[in-house]
């Protein structure tokens, strides 16, 4: 009767429309973000919430002579593995794309823009040149033989890279995604990182499209923790569709028109979205934006995108020609190792797609017929709802949330006491043998992790050893901030699609460039004023390459003396300024700027321009 109970719960939510109850999806969403601060690396903030975790990995990146501290560890290892970081940011900065005002609304908003901000902190530091990126610290071998706090661990800490000898398309493609996408969240609230942002995501997508290749056989030592099954293609789409949503340049929208064929992006059929595969995804955003009538010449290969995502919906719902697994309970089921993460990330998937065609007042097309909206969402609530306890075994999935949930994680932070309670050393395999062995609960409650799940009978085995069900992940829990965002403010009306813009500038090269001899503030310290403009670009070898003119302005009416200005981001010559270091002054024939009096310096290089900023100065 139990089980007839389940399917007729599930037939009544796929038949009629959302009732929001019985879960506390704003608690749940509260915890949801406090994983992600247990999983931070780096010199933790004074505003650390989860306090049995204490500073880590603070040597990350010496050896390799760049700076690396900071960033996610992705699961319940010490290891720092760039894909599914990346992947991480760019969900959670979907969720606040989408669902900002429902975030804000429970008073999450900040959290989750500290939360990106963390992850994208740590990719300006991993890449450093623009063809040059760290895609991983720490070694998977070496870091499962041992079982230690990640406040003390032994293990090898080398960095690795991709660069132009050594490609990565899928890294860099998923990276420039979550710094393209985190450029749009931080568009308002700092105008100044988001351009920062959107600066590397230009030069990362450039880095992949031009140097080819699978990260994994660059950085070997990842392939059997995170190996690039569906190669780099999915990545360079995605990255494009990421690139053109935050900067509507045209370049982007005409590369997944002209690509999009070749590179599978309308010819995959899909029935997962994660980590690794993207398709869904993009075929997602694509869709989107044909529903905001920007195809132009391009509405023919969109719509075949749109056709696609509409495949991925339906084999969800089990109205497709071909349906995906699930569990007797009704959960998605993909494979046994951690399949909640497929969960969560089509749970997001079908929750936005159902909210672009309401907005646009259209239908999902499904071989078994049309379908409502509202079908998508009620499916997501479904699987969330599983997640949280509404399943045959009565277990919620997100540890710290309901009555029964998991006690023993697979994760070593958690099952050993806290740093800041107990300093005696664990050693590398004394960890095991001392807490990985332990029968008794974890130490330190992991709040609002999502673990790796039941297997397709719903049946889960709560014991550290089971790595597979018990191990969770941050991709697990990132889709998730939308979707339980959307569901804890109920079935009000939503508009996800804006309003058609104007036709963006057509440009040659993927560069974040304003258009010619427009000149526009960088920015000003007291009495010194700065502004810069392109004053010409040109095309060599195939690199568009810009002359950008910066006018210094002493606005005070006493003398200035002793400017020094700080230049980063600079990638070419620069004339006109005397150098010292990292540091930029007058030109050795000048002592002074006089009152009202302006100083003009050049550089050239192939990207955005650098950020000058005033750094000291006297008066005379």
Known sequence: ??????????????????????????????????????????????????????????????????????????????????LPMAFTVTMMAWSVIEYGNQLAANGELGHSIDAIKWGTDYFIKAHPEPNVLYGEVGDGNTDHYCWQRPEEMTTDRKAYRIDPSNPGSDLAGETAAAMAAASIVFRRSNPAYSRLLLTHAYQLFDFADKYRGKYDSSITVASKYYGSVSGYNDELLWAAAWLYQASNNQFYLDYLGRNGDSMGGTGWSMTEFGWDVKYAGVQTLVAKFLMQGKAGRHTAVFQKFQQKADFFMCSLLGKGSRNIQKTPGGLIFRQRWNNMQFVTSASFLTTVYSDYLTSSRSYLRCSAGNVAPSQLLSFAKSQVDYILGDNPRATSYMVGYGNNFPQRVHHRGSSIVSYKVDRSFVTCRGGYATWFSRKGSDPNLLTGAIVGGPDAYDNFADRRDNYEQTEPATYNNAPLLGVLARLSSGHSGYSQLLPVVPAPVVVRRPMPIRKPRVTSPVRASGPVAIVQKMTGSWVSKGRTYYRYSTTVTNKSPRALKSLNLSIKNLYGPIWGLSRSGNSFGLPSWMHSLQSGKSLEFVYIHSTTPANVAVSSYTLA
């Open 1 to 82: 009767m139990k089980n007839f109970a389940s399917v007729a719960a599930l037939l009544l939510l796929l038949c009629f429309p959302v009732a929001f109850s019985g879960h506390d999806y704003g608690q749940a969403l509260s915890k949801s973000l406090l994983f992600f601060e247990a999983q931070r690396s780096g010199v933790l903030p004074r505003n650390q919430r989860v306090t049995w975790r204490s500073h880590s990995g603070l040597n990350d990146g010496k050896s390799s002579g760049v700076n690396l501290v900071g960033g996610y560890y992705d699961a319940g290892d010490n290891v720092k593995f760039g």
